[in-house]
C-alpha cells in the first residue's frame, strides 16, 4: 500500500499549478469565454466544477452554448462504447466549428483520454485538439492550458501513474444548495465488464478530516445537501476511518440531507446499515447496484456476492429502515447469458421492488475480462431482454409511486419545472421527484409538500 504522503499532491505541486493560474490570468488580455460539456457519471461532472473553478480563477468566463466559447472543453465517459462515440463524435464536430472561428482552443479531458492509446490517437489523427488530458493529471490543467494560450503549442498529455489526491483545488458548483463531494478516487473491485479501474486507478480516499472541513463550509453557506462521491464508497479508508464514521461525523453538521454514491453490495457494513436507522441527516434513500439477478451471471461479473447475499443485505436494510428507497444499474445480455439466467433478473426485480432501476445491455470494453468472453445471443434477443426488463421495472415505479399519495413529504427545490413555469420541481428525501405550484424563489429551500398524485415516473403535489 502506497504511503499517504504519496497519495496526496504536494503542496509544491499545487503552489506551481496555482502560479501558472495567475500567469494566464496575467496574460490574457482580450475576454475569454468557456464551455465544458460534461458526459458521464456525477464523478465526471464533479470535475467539471472543479475545471471550471480553475478557468474561473484564470479570469475567464462561462458561455451560453459552444458556438459562443473561446475554449471547449470536453469532459469524457467511456463505461459504454456509445458513450465513447458520444465522445468522439462531438469532437470531430468541433473540427468544423473549428474551421470557422480559427482561435478556438478544444480540448478533451476525461475517462476516454485515459483508455489505452488514446493520446496518441487524438495526437495523430484529431490535428484540431489542442489540449487532451486525463483524469490522473487533471489538476495540470492550468499548465498545460498556460502551453496553448501563452506558447502557442499543443499539450497533449496523458500521465498512466494514478493521480494523487488534490487538496484545495478552487470548485464553481452547479447552484449553492446541492453540492457533490469526493471523498474517495478510482476502484478496486475489476468487475469483468468494467473500464472504470483502468481509467481511473486504484482506490485513493481522501482524508476524512479534510471532507469535513469541506462539508462544514458548505453547511456555512447554506447548503441543504451533499452527496458524497466515490466508485465504492463503502470501502472507503481514510486515515483508519471507515465510511461509517465518516457519516457519524458530517451527521453532526448542519446539512439536512446527506446522499451517497455508489456502494458495492459485498461492501455493505453491518454499520453503515444501522446509519440508516440512527442518523438523523442520511436520506432514506440508497442505490445499490446489483447488475444481475443470477449467481453464475453473478459470479462471472465478478461482483463477489450471491443473488441470497445481496437479498439478505436488502432486508437487513429494510429492517433498520422500512421507508428506505432502493435504486439499482442492471446489465442485460452479459455473455453467455441464457434467458433462464435474464428470468432471474427479473424476478430478483420483484423481490426487491426497486424505486427504480438503470437498465444497460452490456457492451464489451477493451482491456476487461468480459470482452474475451465468448457471446452468441444476438442483439435483438438482448434488445428484447432490456424492453422486457424496462417494462417490469415501470410498472414497479408506477405502484411505488402510487403509494406516495397522501404523505406530507419534505421536497429540496431544485428548478422550475420544465413544463409548467407556474410550478417548481424538488426530490423527497426518497428521491422521488414532485412537481407542485410554486414560485422559484423556493429553488434551494426544503419546503413540506402533500402529495396528491402520480405519474409514471414523478409526483405532483400542493405545498403546505
Ligand atoms: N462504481 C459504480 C458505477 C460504475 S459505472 C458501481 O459499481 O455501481 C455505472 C454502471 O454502468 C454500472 O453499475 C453498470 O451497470 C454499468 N456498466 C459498467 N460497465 C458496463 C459495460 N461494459 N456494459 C454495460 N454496462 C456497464
Ligand atoms: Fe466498475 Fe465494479 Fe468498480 Fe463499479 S465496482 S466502478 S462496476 S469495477
Ligand atoms: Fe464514465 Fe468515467 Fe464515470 S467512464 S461512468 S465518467 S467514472
Given at each position: 500500500m502506497k504511503d499517504r504522503k504519496d497519495i496526496v499532491v504536494s503542496d509544491e505541486e499545487m503552489a506551481v499549478q496555482k502560479g501558472y493560474i495567475s500567469a494566464i490570468r496575467d496574460a490574457l488580455n482580450r475576454e475569454m469565454r468557456y464551455c465544458i460539456v460534461t458526459l458521464g457519471c456525477q464523478m465526471n461532472a464533479h470535475d467539471s466544477e472543479t475545471i471550471a473553478g480553475m478557468l474561473d480563477q484564470m479570469g475567464m468566463t462561462p458561455a451560453e452554448s459552444r458556438e459562443q466559447a473561446d475554449l471547449v472543453l470536453y469532459n469524457t465517459c467511456c463505461v459504454r462504447e456509445n458513450a465513447e462515440n458520444k465522445a468522439l463524435g462531438n469532437v470531430i464536430w468541433l473540427k468544423e466549428l473549428k474551421a470557422l472561428k480559427p482561435d478556438l482552443i478544444i480540448g478533451v479531458g476525461g475517462c476516454m483520454m485515459q483508455e489505452e492509446g488514446m493520446g496518441e490517437k487524438v495526437r495523430k489523427m484529431y490535428p484540431f485538439v489542442d489540449l487532451a488530458f486525463g483524469t490522473h493529471n487533471m489538476y495540470r490543467l492550468p499548465e498545460l492550458l498556460y502551453r496553448v494560450i501563452c506558447e502557442k503549442q499543443r499539450a497533449i498529455e496523458i500521465t498512466r501513474e494514478d493521480g494523487g489526491i488534490c487538496e484545495g483545488l478552487p470548485v464553481h458548483r452547479r447552484n449553492n444548495f446541492s453540492a457533490y463531494i469526493n471523498i474517495m478516487y478510482g476502484c478496486n473491485n475489476y468487475c469483468s465488464y468494467c473500464i472504470v479501474p483502468y481509467v481511473r486507478g486504484r482506490e485513493r480516499s481522501r482524508d476524512m478530516d479534510k471532507i469535513v472541513e469541506e462539508a462544514k463550509a458548505l453547511a456555512d453557506s447554506g447548503v441543504q445537501e451533499i452527496m458524497l462521491l466515490g466508485q465504492?464508497?463503502?470501502s472507503y479508508m481514510g486515515g483508519g476511518a471507515h465510511f461509517a464514521e465518516l457519516l457519524y461525523r458530517l451527521d453532526q453538521l448542519d446539512i439536512p440531507r446527506v446522499r451517497f454514491m455508489t456502494s458495492h453490495p459485498k461492501d455493505i457494513s453491518d454499520e453503515l446499515i444501522a446509519c440508516f436507522g440512527e442518523l438523523h441527516h442520511l436520506c432514506k434513500q440508497l442505490h445499490l447496484p446489483?447488475?444481475?439477478?443470477?449467481d453464475r451471471i453473478l459470479s462471472q461479473m465478478n461482483r463477489r456476492y450471491t443473488r441470497e447475499q445481496y437479498l439478505d443485505k436488502v432486508r437487513a436494510l429494510r429492517a433498520v429502515c422500512p421507508e428506505i428507497g432502493l435504486t439499482s444499474d442492471i446489465i442485460v445480455g452479459f455473455p453467455g447469458e441464457t434467458l433462464e439466467e435474464f428470468e432471474d433478473t427479473v424476478s430478483l426485480i420483484d423481490e426487491v421492488r426497486y424505486d427504480a432501476a438503470y437498465t444497460f445491455i452490456y457492451s464489451p470494453r477493451p482491456g476487461t475480462r468480459a470482452a474475451n468472453m465468448p457471446d452468441d445471443t444476438p442483439m435483438e434477443e438482448k434488445s428484447r431482454r432490456i424492453q422486457r426488463l424496462i417494462e417490469h421495472q415501470q410498472r414497479i415505479t408506477t405502484e411505488l409511486c402510487t403509494r406516495q399519495i397522501g404523505r406530507i413529504e419534505p421536497v429540496l427545490v431544485e428548478e422550475v419545472s420544465a413544463r409548467d413555469a407556474q410550478c417548481v420541481g424538488g426530490k423527497t428525501e426518497r428521491g422521488h421527484m414532485v412537481n407542485f405550484a410554486?414560485?422559484?424563489?423556493?429553488?434551494?429551500r426544503i419546503v413540506p409538500v402533500k402529495i396528491t398524485s402520480a405519474g409514471k415516473n414523478t409526483l405532483r403535489g400542493e405545498m403546505l
Open positions: 465504492n464508497v463503502n446489483v447488475q444481475a439477478g443470477n410554486g414560485e422559484p424563489s423556493l429553488i434551494g
